[in-house]
């Protein structure tokens, strides 16, 4: 959310969150998520296919519709049009595109830019069965997901972010077998330390790194390696029953603050003041996500035949 904010249009109020923002904090946070999904879905061991792709649907696609909605009407409303697309109006195939997540795709134009990466965890989710089924093959499985990999590196550069899910899914597999380091608190601290100086580089490269070709490539292997490092201590790590409880109650609203939050960034774009802006943006979404997961919740039980 800060790196987007850091992205809007509106160029005082980006610069704000852009002077303490890492350029690629947001990398880091999808990297993570691809991650955690694999992870996950791994977690999940024995599937019946139907049920999983019925949970997944129902997961994501309705309340990305109950936004789009929302996002169509709220455009129209301030801006008499479609603020989203390059001439303000907008036809049955970006709907159905934008509905069903696939925008990014087909190329499609997107009412929400964060919802690019819907496009690619349904792709990866769609793949799951599969890939679920080479793990248990062992080593002769590397042959098949690194064709996979490979397929998906010419269709859209998804590569990096498949290799992320599959240590996600290889990660959870082999959990059992992680050794712990003798001195584990002091490799974490020094985790936290090579954490801390990598993003400080990554905030002021433009200072250290004007020549430096490779700078890109360079993050995205600190990022790999940080995402991989800090999992693994966070996967030691014991936490009392009040932290456990604040992290349910972000992880049930985190989905739909990732799909509110982009549009309301472009519709309060108009406004100047950091202060006023910044307590609108925290005040609006929260009441979105709130609004949305109530509506989201109606419509599950209308659809699951629940109550």
């Known amino acids: 959310i800060l790196f987007h904010l850091s992205t809007v249009p509106n160029l005082k109020i980006a610069s704000i969150f852009t002077n303490f923002v890492p350029l690629n904090a947001g990398n880091i946070g999808v990297l993570y998520f691809f991650f955690r999904s694999g992870y996950g879905l791994y977690q999940g061991k024995k599937y019946n296919w139907m049920t999983y ?42 709907l159905l595109a934008n509905a069903l997540g696939i925008q990014s795709l087909i190329n499609e134009h997107s009412l929400n830019g964060a919802t690019w990466f819907i496009s690619v965890i349904l792709l990866f989710y769609l793949l799951f069965p599969t890939v679920y089924w080479l793990s248990k093959k062992g080593l002769i499985s590397l042959v098949p997901l690194s064709i996979i990999t490979m397929v998906l590196f010419l269709f859209r550069g998804y590569h990096y972010y498949f290799m992320m899910f599959l240590c996600g899914i290889f990660a959870a597999k082999y959990q059992d077998k992680f050794p712990k380091p003798k001195y584990f608190r002091l490799f974490a601290v020094f985790m936290v330390i090579y954490a801390s100086i990598y993003i400080y580089f990554v905030i002021n490269y433009k200072f250290f790194f004007e020549e430096f070709v490779y700078i890109t490539k360079l993050q995205m292997i600190n990022d790999f390696l940080i995402i991989l490092n800090s999992y693994y ?14 992290f349910v109650i972000i992880s049930n609203y985190s989905y739909y603050l ?22 609108l943006f925290i005040v609006i979404t929260l009441l979105s996500c709130f609004i949305i997961k109530t509506i989201d919740g109606l419509t599950q039980r209308v659809f699951l035949w629940k109550n």
């Open 53 to 94: 792709f019925k949970k997944r649907f129902f997961k994501i696609i309705p309340a990305l519709v109950i936004t789009m909605i929302l996002t169509i009407v709220a455009s129209w409303l301030i801006f008499n049009k479609i603020i989203f697309t390059q001439d303000g109006t907008i036809n049955l195939k970006t």
């Open 233 to 246: 201590v966070i996967s030691f790590a014991k936490f009392n029953a009040f932290i456990e409880k604040i």
């Open 258 to 279: 990732f799909l509110v939050h982009w549009p309301i960034t472009r519709f309060l774009n108009s406004i100047n003041n950091v202060l006023i802006y910044t307590s």
